[in-house]
T-cell receptor
Framework: RKEVEQDPGPFNVPEGATVAFNCTYSNSASQSFFWYRQDCRKEPKLLMS???SGNEDGRFTAQLNRASQYISLLIRDSKLSDSATYLC???????????FGSGTRLQVQP | NAGVTQTPKFQVLKTGQSMTLQCAQD?????MSWYRQDPGMGLRLIHY???????DQGEVPNGYNVSRSTTEDFPLRLLSAAPSQTSVYFC????????????FGPGTRLTVL
């Protein structure tokens, strides 16, 4: 079983829609949580960290549920430029490296 | 700052050949790592280093060697290339302090025939 699981999608949504991605992690020693964005054939870039209390950055809201080992990302008012693959990432206690999910692909359509 | 740079961008090898993928960062980051990305698999850690002179294995280290003689450079060596090593390779770095954000290089696309 993968340590971080995501629905690969693709999610095809119209501009202006609200879309939510979910991610589950299996290692209870996971201590830090992130969403990275990866454009086609490019390197991953940090979108936002995820905190237990939930956090928002403009149109993006991230939530963490430690009891259920579940992370979510909500994108409101989708833009064409939001089309990308969204990677759920955790850091497990004792490891410095990132553990990645395989990503969820979003395609925003005009 | 150039950030994290990788060379080459593309490489084609024949089975059995060896080569070195270069990675350099100019942010004085202590931590550097190498990942490979295969379709549907996400990024998987190959090797990492927490500082000059210190390296350790990640999830998929077989067939690869690394060294870290300086803070800036972290080359990845393929000893005897195999078709299973066809992948996109990303180098990343981060600071020991701060937010844990890792900064990635643009990647090297390797094909082994």
């Amino acid at each position: 079983r993968k340590e971080v699981e995501q629905d690969p999608g693709p999610f095809n949504v119209p501009e202006g829609a609200t879309v939510a991605f979910n991610c589950t992690y299996s290692n209870s020693a996971s201590q830090s949580f992130f969403w990275y964005r990866q454009d086609c054939r490019k390197e991953p870039k940090l979108l936002m960290s995820v905190y237990s209390s939930g956090n928002e950055d403009g149109r993006f809201t991230a939530q963490l549920n430690r009891a259920s080992q579940y992370i979510s990302l909500l994108i409101r008012d989708s833009k064409l430029s939001d089309s990308a693959t969204y990677l759920c990432v955790v850091i497990i206690t004792g490891r410095r490296a990132l553990t990645f999910g395989s990503g969820t692909r979003l395609q925003v359509q005009p | 700052n150039a950030g994290v740079t990788q060379t080459p961008k593309f490489q084609v090898l024949k089975t059995g050949q060896s080569m070195t993928l270069q990675c350099a960062q100019d942010m004085n980051h202590e931590y550097m790592s190498w990942y490979r990305q295969d379709p549907g698999m996400g990024l998987r850690l190959i090797h990492y280093s927490v500082g000059a002179g210190i390296t350790d294995q990640g999830e998929v280290p077989n067939g690869y060697n690394v060294s870290r003689s300086t803070t800036e450079d972290f080359p990845l060596r393929l000893l005897s290339a195999a078709p299973s090593q066809t992948s996109v390779y990303f180098c990343a770095s981060s600071s020991r302090t701060g937010t844990n954000e890792q900064f990635f290089g643009p990647g090297t696309r390797l094909t082994v025939l």
